[in-house]
């Protein structure tokens, strides 16, 4: 008798052991290229959602959970959960780091780095999450350079730093979807015979099937357009039934559907505490938000094509597509486009695909549903921003990699297969560079990234909105540098995201007309959608001492408002230094004189003022010389505005009558007064030349 024996293993093939350490090297480096550009240098600027909301929400929410009140933690009906949730995580981690809540005010943006962190390490993570699922549904090279432009997209990095929803919600949407396709079409460790009895037959793989819930749940978590997840898994899952027929598609599609809604109901309920004391309440607040938020127009307008207008219409958002995506991904969705039209043309002739190419086309075809799906819904809404639209992105990228490797693989026929591995590798490794040499190029401002092909942000400002708090950070800097800052309040559009930038005793206040301030700031998006015309018109009347412009875009300029001041004069001293007026007051045997000057040509400082008060005879009774600008500038800038009281003590037995208050201007070490022009000048027989009469006065 024969004794059995155990089977030898099968020799591992020669080529797998490089192939898999290439495969996690690649892993490697994309954790690498998708965590360091979510994670370094957030402590950079404070969109305006963050300045306004997240970091109080997340505060508030935090408390919540701290004294049980399971209510407050309804914060807002986005809901905006998993937000606030990481949000806490990075408080925690801030505070046991020794970085505290001291607010917002002057504080700058190191806190609110804290609150980032966990967002930009899950977003980061959905990244490589994504990659692996991707194995499973395309082939290897589409798969690794989808996650390459996952990880490396400008647009979709700019939003995965932030304290905010758009990230959040297209990391769990996406790994849903995927997660769903895998499920159902996914590639087989078992042969395909094997997988597609284990369909029909019972649940989708079991794994993938759960996380897709788990991830539709933590995207209803995340913000009320999730809420088109649900209609586009039940399409997914009846498009995509092995079963035939019509009604045994939907039967089997139901099937799968309703477990997966129960499960992600659940983790909404699992995940929201304001659920557990009033589900009726928080429900109502989500509703409450797309109806009268999402619903309704931006109330401060928006900006489209170079005008700006209540709702930019349904070209917004493929113009967002074609302005946000990077040349790469552009060109390959239009590869893709290409190949799918001659495919159509010449669908007679078509061979039967392989398993790998139907899974594929399939997978393709579904993600194209979705975007379209989720771009007609976002079309349809009166509320238009282009980072709205950034859950359909990795869907983008997917495409466009399935479009590059095609038209690479038609490169491929002319060089042999091992060419084109070669020529494939040395291709991903240089796209690679180029991706990730263009984040470190725009860091840490990838939010002003615009595709280079349609004339980057230079003429993406002329288009869109611009603009969502980035720059005020060098506003603050600057501001902080102003020796006069403290003469009077900061006026600013969006003052909440300049305040962290500039000393807390320094009020920011909103420009508006007729507002009293030192230095004025006007915001890109601010000007583009016409807040307050007339403001504007006022404070362009004076140069800008700083313009913030970065990649193209100018974000912000700052201006100095002219010193108020109670009698005009409207004389020119020299090259451009302007009295416009002055004020004066008693007290005592003082008399203060307080100009309000403007430098209307940049030059040297150190120019004095002399004030003369003449008596009714003529005679000079009081007088002071003094630097114009109190000796706080070495060098004058076309737009500066000064003053500075003058106090000049009078003899206490003065006569009564009618006194003079006599101004001019002149230079250390130059032999004349600098000239006058744009009033009459005094007679030279009574100060001297070039001095003008700024005021009188009466003495009883």
Same mark, same amino acid.
């Given at each position: 008798?024969?004794?059995p024996t ?38 950079d ?15 508030r ?25 990481? =949000?806490? $995580?990075?408080?925690? #981690? *801030?505070?046991?780091? !020794?970085?505290?809540? @001291?607010? &917002?005010?002057?504080? /700058? ?36 350079l ?23 919600l ?5 790994l ?14 078992g042969?395909e ?18 996380a ?21 898994? =039940?399409? $997914?899952?009846?498009? #995509? *039934?092995?079963?035939? !027929?019509?009604?045994? @598609?939907? &039967?089997?599609?139901? /099937?799968w ?53 209540p ?16 040349p ?5 969705l ?29 997978v ?11 771009s ?98 060098d ?39 007729g ?50 001041f109670?009698?005009?004069v ?7 230094i ?101 009033v009459?000048a005094?007679?030279?027989?009574v ?14």
């Amino acid at each position: 008798m024969q004794v059995p024996t155990t089977p030898a293993r099968a020799a591992r093939p020669a080529g797998l052991a490089p192939a898999r350490f290439g495969h996690w090297l690649f892993v490697a480096g994309l954790a690498l290229a998708a965590l360091l550009p979510r994670t370094l240098g957030l402590a950079d600027f404070y969109t305006i959602d963050e300045a306004y909301h997240w970091p109080d929400r997340v505060r508030r929410f935090t408390a919540a959970l701290l004294t049980h009140e399971w209510i407050r933690t309804d914060q807002t009906g986005h809901p905006g959960v998993t937000t606030m949730w990481l =949000g806490s $995580l990075g408080r925690w #981690l *801030s505070l046991n780091l !020794g970085i505290p809540d @001291r607010g &917002r005010i002057g504080n /700058g943006a190191a806190y609110l780095a804290m609150l980032r962190l966990p967002l930009g390490v899950v977003n980061g993570l959905a990244v490589l999450a994504g990659y692996l699922l991707l194995r499973r549904l395309v082939r290897p090279w589409v798969a690794a350079l989808a996650a390459l432009l996952w990880a490396t997209s400008p647009f979709i990095v700019a939003h995965s730093r932030l304290l905010h929803l758009d990230a959040l919600l297209t990391s769990f949407t996406t790994l849903s979807v995927l997660c769903m396709l895998v499920a159902v079409v996914g590639r087989p460790r078992g042969g395909e015979e094997e997988h597609q009895r284990s369909v029909s037959r019972r649940s989708p793989a079991r794994a993938a099937y759960l996380a897709s819930a788990l991830c539709g749940g933590l995207a209803l978590l995340t913000k009320a357009p999730s809420l088109l997840l649900l209609p586009s898994v =039940g399409l $997914l899952l009846f498009a #995509l *039934s092995p079963r035939p !027929g019509l009604w045994q @598609r939907l &039967r089997w599609s139901i /099937g799968w559907y309703l477990p997966w809604l129960a499960i992600a109901v659940a983790v909404v309920f699992a995940g929201w505490p304001a659920m557990w004391a009033s589900p009726r309440a928080a429900v109502a607040d989500v509703i409450n938000e797309i109806v009268s938020n999402g619903g309704q127009p931006t109330e401060n307008g928006n900006f489209f094509m170079g005008r700006a207008v209540p709702v930019p219409g349904l070209l917004f958002y493929p113009a967002t597509v074609l302005w946000r995506t990077t040349p790469p991904t552009l060109l390959g969705l239009l590869a893709l486009l290409g190949f799918g039209l001659y495919r159509l043309a010449a669908r007679r002739r078509a061979l039967a695909p392989t398993p790998d190419a139907a899974r594929e086309r399939r997978v393709l075809l579904a993600l194209l549903g979705f975007v379209l799906l989720f771009s007609l819904a976002m079309d349809i809404e009166p509320k238009q921003f282009d980072r709205y639209l950034l859950p359909i992105w990795p869907s983008l990228e997917i495409m466009a990699a399935a479009g590059l490797v095609r038209a690479a693989s038609l490169l491929g026929r002319f060089i042999g297969q091992a060419g084109a591995r070669l020529a494939g590798g040395a291709a991903l490794a240089l796209l690679a560079a180029l991706q990730i040499g263009q984040l470190w190029w725009f860091h840490p401002y990838y939010i002003g990234y615009y595709n280079p092909l349609l004339g980057g942000g230079a003429v993406a400002q002329r288009v869109m909105l611009v603009g969502w708090g980035e720059g005020m950070e060098d506003v603050g800097a600057w501001l902080r540098s102003r020796p006069d800052l403290g003469r009077g309040p900061v006026l600013s559009w969006m003052p909440f995201t300049l305040e962290p930038f500039v000393p807390a005793e320094i009020p920011v206040h909103n420009l508006e007309p007729g507002a009293d301030g030192n230095y004025a700031v006007l915001y890109s998006r601010s000007v583009q959608r016409k807040e307050s015309a007339e403001a504007e018109a006022y404070v362009r009347q004076f140069a800008p001492l700083l313009t913030v412009e970065k990649h193209g875009i100018t974000y912000a300029t700052v201006h100095q408002l002219p010193r108020p001041f109670e009698r005009p004069v409207g004389a020119v001293f020299g090259e451009g230094i302007r009295l416009r007026g002055v004020s004066q007051a008693f007290s005592g045997g003082t008399l203060t004189i307080t100009p309000s000057w403007g430098i209307e040509a940049s030059q040297p400082g150190s120019a004095y003022t002399f004030v003369h008060v003449l008596a009714p005879d003529g005679r000079r009774v009081g007088q002071l010389d003094i630097p114009l600008d109190q000796g706080l500038f070495a060098s004058w800038q076309n737009g500066q505005q000064f003053d500075g009281p003058i106090p000049i003590g009078l003899p206490s037995d003065l006569p009564a009558g009618e006194y003079r208050v006599v101004i001019g201007v002149y230079r250390l070490g130059e032999p004349a007064r600098l000239a006058l022009s744009g009033v009459p000048a005094l007679p030279e027989a009574v100060d001297g030349p070039d001095a003008v009469l700024a005021s009188t006065f009466t003495r009883p």
